[in-house]
C-alpha cells in the first residue's frame, strides 16, 4: 500500500510545521533566477560530455592523436564529473550554496578555455578532466535548487525544465558541437561555455544568499570513504569507457581498473555505512522507491545516451552526414521535448506516475524499435519519425522518476538524493554506451561471417554481380585484372556495410528491450503523484 504522507516545506511528516522554512505558495522572482541559472549549469555540463564527439576528427588531426587516444578525451571529461558528483552534498555545506556554484562555475570556464587551447592530447584531457570536476557539481545543483528553494507546489515545474536539460543536453551536443566546429572551428565548442556560465554565475549572485562558510566540515569529513568513491567510479567508468577498445578482459590494463573498481565501490559502502555522517547517504537506497527510480535512472542513462551513441556513428559510416547533417537529424529528439514537458508537469500531479512513466517508457522503447529495422539508405526523412516519437516519450520518463526519487526525502538528504540519481543515470549512460560499443563489434563480425556464408565465388548471385562490376570498372578504362580486383573489393565493402547496418540495428533493438523491461520494474514502486503540481509526495 502505498504511503498516504507528504512532505511539509520544513521537512517533517504529516501535519505542517507552524514555521516552515519555505512559503507555501508564492517564490519570488530572485528564487526562480537562480533556479533557472541552475537548470543552464546542468544543461551546460551535459552537454559538454557529448559535445566533442561531433568534432572529435578535427581535434584529433590538430592535436596528432589516434581514434583510440582520442577516447580519453570524453573519458577523462566523464571520470572526473562522475567522482565529483556524490561529492557536491558535502561541498555545498562547506562553501555554501551561492559560494560554491559561482566558484566552481568560473573554474568550468577557465578550464573549458584551456580546452580550446590545448597543444597536444595530453593537455587536452588534463584540461578535459578539470572542465569535468568543475562542470559535474551543476548536474546534481540544479536539482537540489529545485527540491530546496521551491515549495512542493511549483516543484513540478522546476523538475520539468531540469528534466528537459537532462534529454536534451544528450541529443543537443552532437548537433551543436557539430554546427560550430564546421563554422568556427572546434575551439569554439568550449569557448561558447562563456555565454551561459557568465548568465549562471549572474543569476546565483542575484538569487541566493551568502551562507557561512564551515571549513571544519573538511577536516571532520570522511576522506577514505572519498578516497574510495573516487577509485571505485573513477576505476568503474575507464573500465566501461575503454573495455572494448581494449578487448576488455585479454587486457592486463582492463583488469587492473576492474578490480580497483570492485575494492574502491565496496570499500566505499563498508566506510559510509560504519560513519554517523557520511559524506552522502548511501542508505538511501533502502529506501524503495529511491531505489526503484535509480535503477531505472540508469536503465533511462542506457537509452538516453547509448541511442545518442548509436545514431550519429550510423548517420557518418554508413549514411556518410557530415557533423551540420547529422544535427539536423538529431535535433528532432530536442525540439518537441519543449512543448510537450508543461503538459507532462501538469499530468504528472493528477495521474498516477507509474502510469505516465510506463507511457514514456512505451514510447521511448518504440521509438528504438523503429530504428531496430534500418537498411544502408536510411536516412533524414526515414528517421524522423522515429525522433519525434523518442522526443514525446522521454519528458514522460524523466519528470516522473525525479518525482519517484524525490518522494519522502527529508530536506537534509536532498543533496545526497540528488547526486545519487544523476551519479546513477551518468553511470547508466558509460554502462550503454561501453555494451553497444561491444555489441556493434560482435555483432558486426557475427553478420559478416553470416553474409559471408551466402556471398561466395560459387553462387550464381556473385558471380553475376562480380562480372557486372568487373565490366564496369573494365569500361572507365582499367585493366582485367584491376577491374576484377576492384569488383572483389566492392562485393567484400558492402558485405561489411549491409553487417554494419544489421549490427547498429541490433543495438536499437537492445535498447528497446531494456526500456521495455523497465515497465516491470516500475510497479514495483508505490504510487505517486506530484502534490498540487509540484513533485515531492505520494498519494
Not at 571544519?216 to 573500465?239: C, E, H, K, Q, V
Not at 526523412?381 to 522515429?386: C, G, I, T, V
Request: charged share 10%.
Amino acid at each position: 500500500m502505498a504511503s498516504t504522507t507528504i512532505d511539509t516545506p520544513a521537512g517533517g511528516v504529516g501535519k505542517p510545521a507552524p514555521a516552515p522554512v519555505m512559503p507555501a505558495e508564492k517564490v519570488s522572482g530572485r528564487t526562480w533566477m537562480a533556479v533557472a541559472a541552475g537548470m543552464l549549469g546542468a544543461f551546460m555540463a551535459v552537454l559538454d560530455i557529448q559535445i566533442t564527439n561531433s568534432s572529435l576528427k578535427d581535434i584529433l588531426g590538430t592535436l596528432s592523436a589516434t581514434q583510440e587516444e582520442g577516447s580519453w578525451i570524453a573519458t577523462a571529461y566523464l571520470v572526473a564529473e562522475i567522482i565529483v558528483i556524490p561529492m557536491t552534498g558535502l561541498l555545498t555545506r562547506v562553501f555554501g550554496m551561492r559560494a560554491y556554484l559561482m566558484g566552481t562555475t568560473s573554474l568550468f570556464l577557465v578550464f573549458s578555455t584551456l580546452c580550446g587551447f590545448a597543444w597536444n592530447l595530453p593537455s587536452m584531457i588534463v584540461f578535459r578532466m578539470l572542465q569535468g570536476f568543475t562542470g559535474g557539481a551543476l548536474i546534481p545543483m540544479a536539482m537540489t535548487l529545485v527540491m530546496t528553494k521551491l515549495p512542493p507546489s511549483k516543484r513540478a515545474a522546476g523538475m520539468a525544465i531540469f528534466g528537459l536539460t537532462a534529454t536534451l543536453a544528450p541529443a543537443m551536443g552532437p548537433t551543436f558541437g557539430g554546427y560550430l566546429s564546421e563554422l568556427y572551428g572546434w575551439p569554439s565548442i568550449f569557448y561558447i561555455n562563456w555565454v551561459p556560465g557568465v548568465l549562471l554565475i549572474g543569476g546565483i549572485a542575484l538569487g541566493l544568499d551568502k551562507e557561512k562558510f564551515q571549513p571544519n566540515l573538511l577536516f571532520n569529513a570522511d576522506w577514505l570513504g572519498i578516497a574510495f568513491m573516487a577509485m571505485g567510479l573513477g576505476s568503474l567508468t575507464i573500465f566501461l569507457e575503454e573495455g572494448n577498445s581494449k578487448d576488455w578482459f585479454d587486457s592486463s590494463f582492463i583488469i587492473t581498473f576492474a578490480a580497483m573498481a570492485i575494492v574502491g565501490l565496496l570499500g566505499w559502502a563498508v566506510t559510509g555505512a560504519m560513519r554517523k555522517q557520511p559524506f552522502v547517504n548511501l542508505g538511501l537506497y533502502g529506501q524503495r522507491n529511491f531505489f526503484a527510480a535509480t535503477a531505472l535512472s540508469m536503465a533511462m542513462g542506457m537509452g538516453l545516451y547509448g541511442s545518442s551513441f548509436l545514431l550519429p556513428l550510423y548517420l557518418g559510416q554508413i549514411a556518410g552526414y557530415s557533423p551540420m547533417q547529422i544535427g539536423e537529424v538529431i535535433m528532432w529528439v530536442g525540439l518537441p521535448q519543449l512543448f510537450i514537458m508543461p503538459f507532462v508537469a501538469k499530468l504528472s500531479s493528477k495521474v498516477d506516475n507509474r502510469i505516465l512513466c510506463s507511457f514514456g517508457l512505451l514510447l521511448f522503447g518504440g521509438s528504438c524499435l523503429m530504428n531496430a529495422y534500418m537498411d544502408a539508405t536510411t536516412g533524414y526523412d526515414q528517421l524522423l519519425l522515429s525522433q519525434v516519437v523518442r522526443a514525446l516519450g522521454q519528458p514522460f520518463v524523466m519528470l516522473t522518476l525525479s518525482n519517484f526519487a524525490m518522494n519522502g526525502i527529508s530536506p537534509k538528504d536532498m543533496p545526497s538524493a540528488s547526486s545519487l540519481i544523476n551519479m546513477t543515470r551518468n553511470l547508466g549512460g558509460s554502462i550503454g554506451i561501453a555494451l553497444l560499443a561491444t555489441a556493434l563489434t560482435s555483432r558486426e563480425h557475427f553478420h559478416s561471417q553470416r553474409l559471408g556464408e551466402s556471398v561466395t565465388g560459387f553462387a550464381a548471385a556473385t558471380q553475376e554481380r562480380l562480372a557486372a562490376l568487373t565490366q564496369s570498372f573494365m569500361s572507365k578504362g582499367f585493366d582485367a585484372t584491376s577491374a576484377s580486383d576492384m569488383a572483389l573489393k566492392a562485393v567484400d565493402g558492402i558485405v561489411r556495410r549491409e553487417a554494419y547496418v544489421m549490427a547498429y540495428n541490433d543495438g536499437f533493438f537492445l535498447v528497446a528491450m531494456v526500456l521495455f523491461g523497465c515497465i516491470g520494474v516500475l510497479w514495483f514502486s508505490d504510487k505517486v503523484k506530484a502534490p498540487s503540481g509540484g513533485g515531492g509526495g505520494a498519494h
